[in-house]
């Protein structure tokens, strides 16, 4: 017999400013559609109650905020965007034994009971990257990121990559969070000449950084895009329409882009009006977290989050995503991950739409960092270029 209550209350922390509000402002009107559209379906045995807190950015408000949530009664919490967060979120999860379901792509190296990650982790998004962008371009690389978590430990892994493959790290440097004075870094950049940049920052610092990469680009054709590239494991729709013509020819990779050619994707897109225009994989994976969560209840018939997971475990709820399964050894998605480039428009194109999912590996101990030419023969065999 179900033990759910008439109204299911569910968290959502996402902060609406700060250095990376773009992305919190997504994640929060992903899950917040999702909410909206379940309760006017009429196919629920309950309502669902969203009680949102906002932390404007400032880490140390994640924790007593997601206590504030679990207050009200919610057993689980939908959040979350940078890994320094989240980790200040865990310890209250624990103490209550309520869930974070986490929508944002991460660096991996974690793997806790109260938190589902429903972002890509290193074996679906750096290494997929730089498979394909070490044929193309080589590899001697140079590492930029914003100065913490995110971007050293997405960085670390990157070096890895690149030297196991027999390149080299040309350089690598680190921003304060929303510092847009970048000039020194563009200048070793420009004297140092790596074959492409991986570029780990994250809001408007990565923004000012691509705009003078852009300028340096037209003062000198050796570092325009086609030649040496910056590529991106976390650069969204909203972000490349902002940016336009400025930061064409960047490559990114994510599970989820507007334009990806699934009838999943043409179901959800339809579903939305023209405000809800560019999505990106945050909001994407956030209103997937809201459908994966009610399935699980629904599954589960109680707010108990193994039960809720365990009956995860076993089923591959529609998503925008597709069919998402959640793995049971480390609570983690199972994804497709997808490389699209920005067009002069600002517009994310995809130019290789992966069939085969990449099942989790958070902790890398059994994936190989090298990308020799046997692995860039596998690696695109699952991988159809699109047009």
Request: charge should be negative; include cysteine.
């Amino acid at each position: 017999m179900s033990v759910l209550e008439q109204t299911v209350t569910v968290g959502l922390l996402f902060s609406t400013t700060g250095a990376y509000a773009a992305l919190g402002r997504e994640g929060l009107a992903g899950a917040q559609l999702a909410v909206q559209a379940l309760n006017a379906s009429g196919t629920l045995p309950f309502r669902i109650l969203a009680e949102h807190r906002d932390p404007h950015g400032i880490t140390e408000r994640y924790a007593g905020m997601a206590a504030e949530i679990i207050a009200t009664g919610a057993r689980h919490i939908i959040g979350c965007t940078t890994s320094w967060s989240r980790k200040e979120v865990i310890p209250v999860l624990e103490k209550h034994d309520a869930t974070l379901w986490y929508p944002c792509p991460y660096e991996g190296f974690e793997c806790n009971e109260q938190v589902v990650y429903l972002g890509a982790c290193p074996n679906q998004h750096i290494l997929p990257l730089l498979q394909h962008i070490l044929p193309r371009f080589g590899n001697n690389g140079y590492l930029v990121g914003s100065n913490y978590i995110w971007g050293w430990e997405t960085n670390r892994i990157a070096r890895d990559i690149i030297e196991q493959s027999g390149g080299s790290v040309a350089g690598e440097r680190y921003a304060p969070l929303g510092d847009a004075d970048l000039g020194h870094i563009l200048r070793d950049i420009r004297l140092k000449r790596p074959d492409f940049v991986l570029n780990t920052l994250i809001g408007p610092s990565s923004y000012s950084f691509l705009e003078a990469y852009h300028a340096l680009g037209e003062a000198d054709p050796d570092f325009s895009m086609e030649k040496r590239p910056v590529v991106s494991c976390n650069l969204a729709e909203g972000e490349a329409a902002l940016l336009g013509h400025k930061a064409a020819g960047l490559y990114t990779i994510a599970p989820y882009f507007q334009a990806l050619r699934t009838s999943a994707n043409q179901h959800f897109l339809g579903q939305l009006d023209a405000t809800s225009q560019p999505v990106s994989a945050f909001f994407a994976q956030a209103y997937s977290a809201v459908q994966l969560l009610v399935a699980g209840l629904l599954a589960a018939e109680t707010e108990d989050g193994r039960s809720v997971l365990a009956s995860l475990n076993q089923a591959t709820p529609s998503t925008p995503l597709g069919p998402l399964q959640i793995m049971a050894a480390n609570n983690h998605a199972v994804l497709t991950p997808h490389i699209a480039r920005v067009t002069a428009s600002g517009a994310l194109a995809i130019i290789e739409q992966r069939d085969e999912p990449i099942a989790p590996e958070p902790y890398l101990a059994h994936t190989s960092l090298v990308v020799s030419a046997a692995d860039r023969v596998r690696a695109g065999s699952n991988l159809r270029v699109v047009k």
